[in-house]
């Protein structure tokens, strides 16, 4: 399925129609909820509201008919249906359909307008920073490159040795082997197969994760992103005492990789888990930087903030998750227009906000309204001057 890339968010933020459909709803990615087609019937349900919004736009059977084509399609697509995440995005126009299954639990919703609402996907370019993951074992080595919301796993067989047995030999498995049944009979036999290792042992060791890390350094030379291992306890300062990589991340995925976390998503989802404190580093400074800075560094009035934004002033904005502002932007006069609520001809404010702060490489983070800066406000913005 495609992944949702920076080059699609901004495409999607290019895309102007007279006709822009957005569809987001959360989806299952197994169980009872997926053998009852309870995705296949919100869809149905959301396409259903989209039909009765455009014949009140006025549009004739025949175009609705021609949009709602690919929708019909994915509907009878059950493959389609049992292979999801935890969101799926649509974005329909003439002659133009996207779907994109995410790992982002969106709120069900439609938008029909000139221009499609890309709000909802601001967390997969907020807090998204990059990171290597190793997966570290005695008898097997995988690494990767990830983020919060993907995994990609890296070819490393011309690189490091596959196992321990490659770097030492034969020796060291068959005194592995015997140890562990031995330590089995006493009674003092570890999680899944390894006992903490003889000091001969963690010699061995120790030059296999050496090689290892002088392997990787032609990928990790000169980066500057977290090194995040997933191993088990006794091997971790092992390697950190064998690594010459300067940002091996002080917390780790604890356990046999192999044999506790034998899907890969199993694996990613648990070393997102561990960097959160690194993923939150971001929003948190800037969430300070909003009390501590003076009042003609910050804002907290969409009527300010909209201007701001498209002058380039917009360092952060941070804008409340699950709501919407109703209004109007009218950018040769510089003038907010706000409504209580949708009227014709209104757009979301807040998505407004969002894609321009993004297509100018502003930060965005989706925030509930008890962490907003100023709880009275939906949008709140750091400036850059």
């Known amino acids: 399925?495609?992944?949702?890339?920076?080059?699609?968010?901004?495409?999607?933020?290019?895309?102007?129609?007279?006709l822009c459909i957005s569809i987001f709803l959360p989806t299952e990615r197994a169980g009872h909820e997926v053998l009852n087609e309870k995705s296949k019937i919100q869809l149905k349900s959301r396409w259903k509201e989209v039909y009765e919004k455009l014949k009140d736009q006025g549009l004739r059977q025949d175009e609705i008919d021609q949009l709602g084509e690919?929708?019909?399609?994915?509907?009878?697509?059950?493959?389609?249906?049992r292979h999801q995440s935890e969101g799926l995005a649509l974005f329909i126009s003439k002659d133009f359909f996207r779907s994109y299954t995410l790992?982002?639990?969106?709120?069900?919703?439609?938008?029909?307008?000139?221009?499609?609402y890309l709000k909802p996907l601001v967390p997969l370019f907020s807090g998204d920073a990059r990171f290597?993951?190793?997966s570290l074992q005695?008898?097997?080595?995988?690494?990767?490159?990830?983020?919060?919301?993907?995994?990609?796993?890296?070819?490393?067989?011309?690189?490091?040795?596959?196992?321990?047995?490659?770097?030492?030999g034969h020796d060291f498995e068959e005194r592995g082997t015997k140890r562990k049944t031995q330590n089995s009979r006493m009674g003092s036999f570890t999680q899944h197969g390894y006992a903490p290792a003889s000091k001969d042992e963690r010699?061995?060791?120790?030059?296999?994760?050496?090689?290892?890390?002088?392997?990787l350094d032609d990928i990790l030379h000169d980066q500057r992103v977290p090194l995040v291992l997933a191993c088990q306890d006794y091997l971790y300062p092992i390697y950190e005492e064998a690594t010459s990589y300067q940002h091996l991340y002080p917390d780790h995925v604890s356990g046999n990789p192999t044999a506790d976390y034998p899907d890969d998503k199993q694996l990613h989802q648990k070393a997102v888990e561990v960097l959160e404190p690194f993923f939150n580093k971001d929003k948190d400074e800037k969430l300070a930087a909003f009390q501590e800075l003076g009042p003609e560094r910050v804002s907290s009035s969409v009527?300010?903030?909209?201007?701001?934004?498209?002058?380039?002033?917009?360092?952060?904005?941070?804008l409340q998750n699950r709501e919407d502002i109703w209004g109007k932007y009218n950018e040769k006069m510089a003038s907010v227009e706000v409504n209580p609520e949708q009227q014709n001809g209104d757009v979301s404010l807040m998505n407004l906000a969002a894609?321009?702060?993004?297509?100018?490489?502003?930060?965005?983070f989706l925030v509930d309204r008890q962490f907003m800066p100023t709880q009275e406000s939906k949008i709140c913005a750091v400036y850059r001057y």
Not at 71 to 76: A, F, N, P, W
Not at 303 to 318: C, H, M, N, R, W
Request: with cysteine; aromatic share 12%.
């Open 103 to 116: 790992p982002v639990d969106f709120v069900e919703m439609s938008y029909v307008s000139d221009h499609f």
């Open 1 to 18: 399925m495609p992944v949702l890339s920076k080059e699609n968010f901004e495409e999607l933020a290019r895309f102007n129609n007279n």
């Open 303 to 318: 009527s300010e903030i909209i201007p701001a934004l498209y002058e380039g002033k917009v360092d952060t904005l941070f």
């Open 355 to 364: 894609v321009k702060a993004i297509e100018q490489q502003g930060k965005v």
């Open 203 to 215: 010699n061995e060791i120790l030059r296999f994760f050496r090689a290892v890390d002088k392997g």
């Open 132 to 134: 290597y993951l190793l």
């Open 138 to 168: 005695p008898d097997k080595v995988r690494f990767f490159e990830a983020t919060r919301y993907r995994c990609e796993p890296i070819d490393i067989e011309d690189k490091v040795p596959a196992q321990l047995e490659d770097r030492v």
């Open 70 to 81: 690919p929708v019909e399609k994915l509907l009878d697509d059950r493959n389609f249906w």
